[in-house]
């Protein structure tokens, strides 16, 4: 951790350089001592340094300078660093002005010239202003810093962004800046720019100004290109099955890519708490789960792509060619699609317009502590809205499911159920739906429809979080691999069609158990027709899936 600063101005070299020495040869095993010639220079410099998140203990300013007398320069300089302590450095003649100056402004101290010898008329004074600063003094966060408001959903869809792919951070609110003198410091010292929301901080002193998740994910050193054109074995999604399938065929030799859209995890990732996952009897959070099996494929040298999209895949010899968002291509003999189901859209007036800013599709992990104290509505009767319910109950006042059946018992595991029942702050709201979502810049209220009475009735909400089944989302596979009505892919004895095999297939032999119509190309977990939505079969089929692809690569 740095140290933190003492920053000493005057406009006098002579002086400065006196008073720097001093502070040095005293105070430098624990402080930085820092000096500037002007009090233009010396704001600038702290400004910086607030944008750097450095701590700074003591200001300590000539009084007459140019331009910016030493008052003046202390008084600026306490709105970006309202902790530090704040000296004066005067004449005799100027004691008057030091006394009237500590009583109006605030000063902590003011300091005679010459202050020799400095053990009696410096350091004594200087101890107890630096014992108290030591005292309310917090180390800084070390981390990056990103600085939005709560409703934006700019802001949502990059700490979303963060949170799902483990990158720390903290979050500073600028509403609350007026309440808050460090937020208050920052917003200073970014000037006019400090309305490009959202800003991130990164620990060197640089930022990103209305940053978007891409380019923060290449700061954080989140791999998005390829190091290779070629693997033995390129997963498209980074969900349960995707990463099995890394982690076995990492383990068993294959070099491996895996190619993750948003952030490893996928759905799973979202889980406030997975209760049925084999070994893991007290149940662990979707977000433990991703972290960990994102180190384990590490550690067998998968190489993870993310945030980073498939959109479009083709055939050409023995090779399958995938062609990346950003306009690379990356070739494979053997390609897993394990991109799971993304959630479907819920159709009701506002709820576009407020998405992030109130409105939110699954779990929204970081809103759950935003949610203290408030009414949160969960939209959905599966496992899914049970355990976000679950989540939130937490942290809002109350929760409200809405469902639209008369009951959760045909659509949630009982374990969840019977959790619901015994939470007092969880209300089942049975044949309703979202009717529109009310707000300006964020959500104040909903319409719910009532089915059994055909009312509607308007109530006060503040977070509305949807989870109403999901989809996959193949049209990028349209036309190379087959696919059932909805989109999901057909695999095995799902293509076989009479005791026929699929359409162009030349091989001697069935399309294997997890093999599409295109020899070679895979498909795991959610996004298969016919797949068992879980965690435990997502991760059983990118294993057993691997050792198919060793039977298909010994014959290419
Ligand atoms: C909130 C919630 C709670 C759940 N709780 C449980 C539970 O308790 N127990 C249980 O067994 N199951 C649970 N499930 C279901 C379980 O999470 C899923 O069945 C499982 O995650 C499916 O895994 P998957 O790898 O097939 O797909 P997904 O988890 O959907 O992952 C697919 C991944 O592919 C990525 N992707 C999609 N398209 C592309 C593309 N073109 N390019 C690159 N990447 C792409 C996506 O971003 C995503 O990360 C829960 C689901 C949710 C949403």
Known sequence: MPKPILLTVDDDPDVLRAIERDLRSQYGAEFRVLSSDSPEGALDLLKELRLRNDGVALLLADQRMPRMDGVGFLQEAKQIFPDAKRALLTAYADTNAAISAINQASLDYFFMKPWDPPTEHLYPQLDDLLDDWRASYRPAYEGIRVLGTRWSPRCYELRDFLARNHVPYQWIDVEGAANDPEAKGLLDALGPEASNLPIVLFTDGTKLFDSAPAEVAQRVGLRTHAQTNFYELAIVGGGPAGLAAAVYGASEGLHTVMIEREAPGGQAGMSSRIENYLGFPSGLSGGDLARRGVVQAQRFGVEILSPQEAVGARVEGPYRIIKLANGDEISCHALMISTGVQWRRLEAPGIDRLQGAGV?????????????????????????????????????????????????????????????????????????????????????????????????????????????????????????????????????????????????????????????????????????????????????????????????????
């Open 360 to 556: 939110y599709y699954g779990g929204g992990a970081t809103e759950a502590l935003s949610c203290k104290g408030e009414m949160v509505y969960v939209v959905g009767g599966a496992n899914s809205a049970g355990q976000a319910a679950m989540n939130f109950s937490k942290y809002a006042d109350r929760v409200v499911m809405l469902v639209r059946g008369d009951s959760l018992s045909s659509t949630m595991s009982q374990y969840l159920i019977d959790q619901i029942k015994q939470t007092p702050n969880i209300q089942v709201w049975a044949h309703a739906s979202v009717a529109e979502v009310h707000g300006d810049t964020h959500l104040e209220e909903i319409s719910v429809l009532c089915s059994d009475t055909n009312k509607l009735e308007r109530v006060s909400a503040n977070a509305v979080f949807i989870f109403i089944g999901a989809l996959p989302r193949t049209d990028w596979l349209a036309g190379l691999v087959e696919r059932d009505d909805r989109g999901f892919l057909l695999t095995g004895p799902d293509l076989m069609k009479g005791g026929q095999r699929p359409k162009g297939w030349t091989l001697e032999r069935d399309p294997f158990l997890l093999e599409t119509n295109v020899p070679g190309i895979f498909a795991v977990g959610d996004v298969r027709h016919g797949s068992v939505k879980r965690v435990a079969s997502g991760v059983g089929e990118g294993s057993v899936a691997v050792q198919f692809i060793h039977q298909y690569l010994s014959k290419v």
